[in-house]
């Protein structure tokens, strides 16, 4: 389905062509991003066409530029190089009336919000939506996680021809929607939920080969919980398991490090760094099922978002094209890399 009310970005657009150039449908591009059969199939007619160039937001003349080459080259900097709060802006994200403050500080200029957006363009900046990462994260860790510790394990899977796969847990609540739907202009839509506050947790782990196993619970996730899922991931597994998850203390937990000690080499546990939640292609498991399915439903209760998770969940179980998709993310290049 498309995305109502958003222009797709440069990226994006770059990213869908590639997937398409490598094998991949443009049926199911269409669907990993969530835009229109015909505009992927336009984009990648531009693309062939023009190459990526094609692909670029096409620009409109308007006035003659008021910044000189080198105020434009201090303004990239800055853009680029600083977050809003450093300028003592309120906020962390870059909008146009903030472009245009800046400006007006540092050379003295003012621009309308509409020439902020040429020089933006110009400059070669498109509209788009942030990376959230942890303040807490190590960047140092991330690199040594990419560059030596996957290495590594990939190489110890081939060795022992284990299958890798990739784990986190997810809840969502009865009260959980997100979504924009049509209506009349000045009349915002009323959609009946329920008030309350029930959840229900989700498990799942993906391969890089398409596999997604899952499990749903009533309850928090706890460390019996965690090792009844890992019995069940062994019990579908004709060789061993590298399992890659989180540092959370469910993982961790003295239960748990037992277990796999006592499954004699069948399960092998590793941590991604912490707060590094884009290293992890599961995640994209729940942007799948609870972003783009979940939240667009009604739940009225517990039993009718368990019917949801567990419809959703199969749907994309029955999908490993769409599961291996993910590993397409810019992000989780290191893992194709690698396996």
């Known amino acids: 389905m498309a995305k109502l009310g958003r222009r797709a970005t440069f990226e994006e657009r770059l990213r869908a062509c590639q997937l398409i150039e490598s094998g991949k449908s443009p049926d199911l591009v269409a669907e990993i991003l969530g835009f229109g059969r015909a505009t992927v199939f336009e984009w990648l007619r531009e693309y062939r ?50 472009v245009a403050e800046l400006i007006r500080r540092e050379f003295k200029v003012k621009l309308s919000p509409v020439s902020v957006g040429r020089v933006l363009a110009k400059l ?42 990739f784990a986190d847990e997810a809840a969502v609540r009865t009260d959980y929607h997100a979504g924009t739907t049509w209506a009349p202009i000045g009349r915002t839509p009323v959609v009946a939920t329920t008030g309350a506050r029930r959840s229900v947790m989700m498990i799942s782990a993906v391969s890089p080969r398409g596999e ?23 019990a579908d597994a004709d060789r061993p398991v590298f399992l890659i998850v989180d540092d959370s203390r469910v993982h961790r937990a003295k239960k748990v490090k037992q277990f796999v000690e006592d499954s004699q080499g069948r399960l092998s546990l590793f941590f991604l760094p912490p707060y590094s939640p884009e290293l992890n ?5 729940w942007k799948n099922v609870k972003h783009d399915r979940i939240a667009r439903a009604s739940a009225r209760s517990v039993e009718e978002l368990k019917t949801l998770a567990l419809g959703a969940l199969r749907r994309l179980q029955k999908l490993p094209a769409l ?3 993910f590993f397409a993310d810019p992000h989780l290049a290191y893992i194709g890399e690698c396996l």
Not at 62 to 68: C, E, N, R, Y
Not at 71 to 97: N, Y
Request: with cysteine; aromatic share 10%.
């Open 49 to 98: 066409t023009l190459g990526p160039d094609g692909l670029r937001t096409k620009k409109t003349r308007g006035p003659a530029a008021k910044l000189t080459d080198t105020q434009l080259a201090r303004l990239h900097a800055l853009i680029v190089g600083t977050d809003p709060r450093q300028l003592s802006f309120g906020f962390a994200l870059w909008t146009r009336a903030m």
């Open 124 to 165: 070669g900046m498109s509209p788009q939506r942030p990376l959230y990462r942890a303040y807490q994260q190590n960047p140092a860790a991330v690199t040594e996680w990419k560059q030596q510790t996957f290495p590594a394990i990939a190489a110890e899977a081939k060795r022992l021809g284990a299958v890798v796969f």
């Open 212 to 234: 997604l196993r899952f499990q749903l619970f009533d309850q928090g996730l706890d460390a019996d919980a965690f090792i009844g899922f890992c019995k069940r991931l062994l």
């Open 281 to 285: 292609s599961d995640e994209w498991v």
């Open 323 to 325: 599961v291996r998709s």
